[in-house]
């Protein structure tokens, strides 16, 4: 199991960047006068409200503001306030060294999925899969999915529940969690950042993307070895999902599900973690007990 | 450039209006004795007048109307033509399901009595089935496996655990008329050798190389990433091309390659074709594509090589993939030939010019390019 950085503190600092894609200010603002009303202090790299054309600074830049903040004693978290693409230009570059020493939370999914993942192979060293900055606006900041990333911090255990799908496996396992967004988990297979997924629970959600493009995906995790020996599986939302001119003839969990059937550990679809609001905190690389049951699943830290 | 010279030394264009059996007539195998064990290599017999062709489709559906042009320029080069059970079929979006598609691939594969197999269409399925494929008999006999796009499966998974070479060009549903992409794909088959000839771009990276060519379709070698056809590219030439994805997605594919470690130790790198670029709504990444695959091999010293005609593009060239060709990129022209290929036994040394001696071949040109490119 994964080392657990050290939980906040009131007047502990959050350190604020944009590791990837652009974000104006005012998109950052609701988010970090919520982290204030939770008691932290927060610091705003220099990749937040910059643009360099489809990033938020050049390679270099983002690579500099991120290696700061993962040296910086005073930083006690780092929250990524969006995604988009662009961590896996700069990921090899960084030292962890210092980091490895006094880790710290790293919030955030999507395109930080890369992040998370490289940061667990590197290190052993847990990090949040949480809601970034634009989730706390429109009044969100009070929903339960940004709540979970607060308790998640303040170092409550999590207890997360949903109704059961009728894809579902029944089933229950106590193993680590690993996992994110499945066009990157599949994009850095055979790269540094690279997870193995035996005895794990696998967590995957997406969006945007077509329905054939995830059966791929899905069948390309199948072909790297990378569903057959899991402890259980979790699919979150596969939102805004796309189909060609020619339809696939499935929804997309029926072409998951296709995918995954012959297999027999538990597994869980439609769990709340996605690019829509319903997207639960949940800790990278820490063991979870997930009871998947006919009525209902449960996902607790363990 | 003059276009009437883009492939000058390639076939003349008043001769590819001719019967195109007439306009070649230097062999490189000797019919059967081409089966000859060749660095461990077992290349397939080139084709004969009176062979027969066989199509199936593996990855999407195609219509039987969609292959008569195919069909007429196989018949035309003294082939038969037969055609797999899922010729005309579709599910979903495939040519049948899984286990047709399969079944089908197979028994072709298997048949003593076909020489070759040119897949009807790309799309999407192939690596659905491809784990599911007996290759013990095509191992021992193997045959020509033509295709593009999704088919990439195939030539890497052929590459990778077979060492048997393969074609990468038209599919069934690619013929129109007998024009040049249709040339090539004949004078592969049948064993003639082709050169290609072609101006240089100034985003070249001069150099010489020589080394197998592997790849295909830059999301498909992205999609067999860490699985049974995944490729080892050291020493190799390199070839992706690719069709209808967003720039974004293209950078990180790329990235995915380098972070791989797929880059690193090339003989050489060949861009074919980069079509239908997806547009978002608001495109921020306003880098050409040659950019970005330039920022992803600019530390490397391989040649490499831009715009070359293969791809999802009407004139898209035939070349055989996992057989040593010659590659020279020069400042005024790119050239691309079959490297000499021994008849027998000895082990085929693979010359990696492109660390010792493109400097001797191009320093001048390296030279300049470099001025150019930093412009």
Redesign the interface.
């Known amino acids: 199991m994964a080392i657990n950085p050290p939980y906040l503190h009131k007047k502990d600092t959050i350190g604020i960047l944009c590791p990837a894609g652009?974000m104006p200010i005012e998109k950052v603002q609701t988010c970090i006068e919520t982290l204030h009303s939770w008691g932290y202090k927060t610091v705003v790299g220099k990749t937040v409200g910059s643009?360099h054309?489809?990033f938020s600074a050049t390679d270099e830049e983002r690579l500099h503001d991120l290696q700061q903040m993962l040296d910086d004693d005073s930083i006690h978290a780092i929250l990524c306030a969006r995604g988009g693409?662009g961590l896996?230009?700069i990921v090899?570059q960084l030292n962890l060294k210092k980091f490895k020493r006094n880790p710290k939370w790293i919030i955030g999914f999507s395109d930080v999925t890369v992040l998370h993942s490289y940061i667990l192979k590197k290190t052993g060293i847990a990090s949040l899969h949480a809601p970034m900055a634009g989730a706390f606006n429109e009044g969100e900041f009070t929903n339960v999915y940004v709540q979970s990333l607060r308790s998640a911090l303040a170092g409550k255990h999590a207890k997360y529940t949903c109704a059961a799908h009728t894809y579902n496996y029944p089933g229950s396992t106590v193993a680590p969690l690993v996992g994110g967004n499945l066009s990157l988990i599949?994009?850095?297979?055979?790269?540094?950042?690279?997870i193995k997924t035996a005895g794990k629970i696998l967590f995957l959600e997406d969006v945007g993307e077509y329905i054939?493009n995830v059966?791929?995906?899905f069948?390309?995790l199948k072909?790297?070895?990378?569903l057959d020996k899991l402890a259980g599986l979790i699919i979150g939302g596969f939102t805004d999902s796309k189909d060609?001119v020619?339809?696939?003839?499935?929804s997309v969990y029926e072409a998951i599900h296709d995918v995954v059937k012959e297999y027999s550990y538990p597994i869980a679809f439609n769990f709340p973690v996605s690019h829509e609001k319903e997207n639960y905190a949940l800790k990278i690389g820490v063991d979870y007990d997930l009871k998947v049951g006919t009525k209902q699943v449960r996902l607790t830290e363990a | 450039m003059d276009r009437k010279h883009f492939f000058r030394a390639f076939i003349p264009a008043s001769l590819a209006a001719l019967s195109v059996k007439q306009a070649f007539s230097s062999p490189i195998g000797e019919g059967k004795s081409a089966n000859q064990p060749f660095s461990s290599t077992n290349i397939p017999r080139y084709l004969q007048e009176g062979d027969t062709v066989a199509i199936t489709c593996p990855a999407g559906p195609v219509e039987l109307e969609k292959l008569a042009p195919c069909i007429r320029s196989l018949r035309n080069w003294g082939l038969k033509v037969v055609f797999g059970k899922t010729v005309g079929k579709k599910?979903?979006?495939f040519g049948g399901t899984d286990p047709e598609r399969l079944i089908d691939f197979q028994q072709l594969l298997d048949d003593p009595n076909i020489s070759a197999i040119i897949f009807g269409k790309g799309g999407?399925g192939t690596?659905?089935i491809i784990?599911g494929l007996n290759w013990e008999k095509f191992q021992q006999d193997p045959k020509w496996l033509v295709g593009y796009s999704d088919l990439t499966v195939v030539h890497m998974h052929v590459h990778s655990n077979l060492n048997i070479p393969t074609i990468h060009g038209d599919m069934g549903n690619g013929f129109s008329i007998e024009d040049e992409s249709c040339v090539s794909l004949y004078n592969t088959l049948f064993g003639h050798k082709v050169l290609f000839e072609l101006p240089s771009s100034v985003m070249n990276r001069t150099g010489k190389a020589t080394g197998k060519i592997v790849g295909g379709n830059l999301t498909l070698v992205?999609?067999?990433?860490?699985?049974?056809?995944?490729i080892d590219t050291t020493g190799k030439i390199l070839f992706l091309e690719d069709v209808s994805e967003y720039?974004?997605s293209i950078?990180?594919?790329m990235?995915?390659l380098k972070?791989?470690g797929k880059l690193d130790h090339l003989a050489g790198l060949i861009l074919g074709q980069f079509t239908a670029v997806k547009q978002e709504q608001e495109e921020?990444?306003?880098?050409r594509i040659e950019d970005i695959i330039w920022d992803k091999v600019k530390n490397y010293n391989y040649p490499v090589c831009f715009n070359f005609p293969a791809g999802h593009i009407a004139d898209n060239r035939a070349f055989k993939m996992g057989i040593p060709y010659n590659l020279a990129v020069g400042r005024e022209w790119v050239t691309l030939a079959e490297a000499e290929i021994p008849r027998y036994g000895h082990d085929l040394e693979v010359v990696q010019d492109s660390k010792t001696d493109s400097n001797s071949f191009a320093s001048a040109d390296n030279l300049r390019d470099s001025t150019i490119r930093r412009r």
């Open positions: 652009f643009q054309h489809y693409y896996s230009r090899d599949v994009h850095q297979l055979a790269t540094a950042s690279d054939y059966d791929r995906m069948y390309q072909r790297a070895g990378r060609t020619v339809p696939f003839g499935k | 599910w979903q979006r999407y690596m659905r784990d992205h999609a067999c990433a860490a699985s049974k056809s995944d720039k974004y950078d990180r594919m990235m995915a972070r791989s921020t990444f306003n880098m």
